[in-house]
T-cell receptor
């Protein structure tokens, strides 16, 4: 597509449930990033995929967080046993190089 | 996580005023980036800076890469209502993976009615 597409745009879930957030990057972009943005904060790096290389998972805050990128395209960020502190906007970005990040509109996750 | 020191946190300005914001760090950076985020959207890249001392303009926006490589500023001249939003600085640190950006907490620009 023309831009980075994220779904759902909003997600309200009960504490303890699992959630899946989806990102469709720009076609042809080899790099894909997930960031988390808490209210009033900057962006917190979560995970980075580059082509077929092993992802950099160093930003994932706990083992409840995981992400996959299938076929070098679509990515899914999964949060298991959600906690209230997981509430944030989850942003996906893709690029050919790190400077040309294009962000999606994000998924606003609210854990109640 | 680590953040850049971005200031001010928010600015209330009159339409037509000039705006200035900056980011500082104790670390040395190879690249400085300035983004703008509108409500409900992801950040959009405004200006990228690659060299110490570099001064780059994009319309009414001007940004500079500090000589010490530890800071950067963004100026907006003659502000207009569509300039409202949150501005983020981001940088790629020297000696670190070039895909990992460090982000400021943002400067929220509000135009007084």
């Amino acid at each position: 597509g023309a831009g980075v597409s994220q779904s759902p745009s909003n997600k309200v879930t009960e504490k303890g449930k699992d959630v899946e957030l989806r990102c469709d990057p720009i076609s042809g972009h080899t790099a894909l990033y997930w960031y988390r943005q808490s209210l009033g904060q900057g962006l917190e790096f979560l995970i980075y995929f580059q082509g077929n290389s092993a992802p950099d998972k160093s930003g994932l805050p706990s083992d409840r967080f995981s992400a996959e990128r299938t076929g070098g395209s679509v990515s899914t960020l999964t949060i298991q046993r959600t906690q209230q502190e997981d509430s944030a906007v989850y942003l996906c970005a893709s690029s050919l190089g790190y400077v040309g990040y294009t962000f999606g509109s994000g998924t606003r996750l609210t854990v109640v | 996580g680590q953040q850049l020191n971005q200031s001010p946190q928010s600015m209330f300005i009159q339409e037509g005023e000039d705006v200035s914001m900056n980011c500082t760090s104790s670390s040395i950076f190879n690249t400085w980036l300035w983004y703008k985020q509108d409500p409900g959207e992801g950040p959009v890249l405004l200006i990228a800076l690659y060299k110490a001392g570099e001064l780059t303009s994009n319309g009414r926006l001007t940004a500079q890469f500090g000589i010490t490589r530890k800071d950067s500023f963004l100026n907006i001249s003659a502000s207009i209502p569509s300039d409202v939003g949150i501005y983020f600085c981001a940088g790629q640190r020297a000696g670190h993976s070039n895909y990992q950006l460090i982000w400021g907490a943002g400067t929220k620009l509000i135009i007084k009615p």
